[in-house]
C-alpha cells in the first residue's frame, strides 16, 4: 500500500490550501484516515482523522478553520485548512488504517507534505 499526499505550498496568514491523499495497492478495506503534523523542532501531532462511518475528532487548535473529508470510491482523504495562521506551520502527514481480509489493521504513512504559512 502507498499513500500519494500533495497539496501543500506557502499561503499567507488567513490564506487557505486543499490536501489530498491518495491510498494505493491491494486495500481489502480502509479503518480510520487522518492527518497529522509537524511543527519544526516539535514532535507530530493529530490535527484530524476521520473513521470509516464518517465520525471527525479534530485538534482544538485547528476546529472550526480545518474540515476532513474522505471519498472512499477513490481511497483519498481530505483535509480543507481556512484561515490558516502562522503556527499552523509544519509538514503534514496523512495516515491511513488498511485492513486485510482476515480483518487484520495495518497503519501506513503518506511522505509529508510542507505547509508554510508567512506574511
Known amino acids: 500500500v502507498q499513500l500519494q499526499a500533495s497539496g501543500g505550498g506557502s499561503v499567507q496568514p488567513g490564506g487557505s490550501l486543499r490536501l489530498s491523499c491518495a491510498a494505493s495497492?491491494?486495500?481489502?478495506?480502509?479503518?480510520?484516515m487522518g492527518w497529522y503534523r509537524q511543527p519544526p523542532g516539535m514532535q507530530r501531532e493529530s490535527v484530524a482523522v476521520i473513521s470509516s462511518g464518517g465520525f471527525t475528532n479534530y485538534a482544538a487548535s485547528v476546529k472550526g478553520r480545518f474540515t476532513i473529508s474522505r471519498d472512499n470510491a477513490k481511497n483519498t482523504v481530505y483535509l480543507e485548512m481556512n484561515s490558516l495562521k502562522p503556527e499552523d506551520t509544519a509538514v503534514y502527514y496523512c495516515n491511513v488504517v488498511v485492513i486485510d481480509r482476515l480483518g487484520t489493521p495495518r497503519s501506513y504513512w503518506g511522505q509529508g507534505t510542507q505547509v508554510t504559512v508567512s506574511s
Open positions: 495497492g491491494i486495500i481489502f478495506s480502509i479503518g480510520n
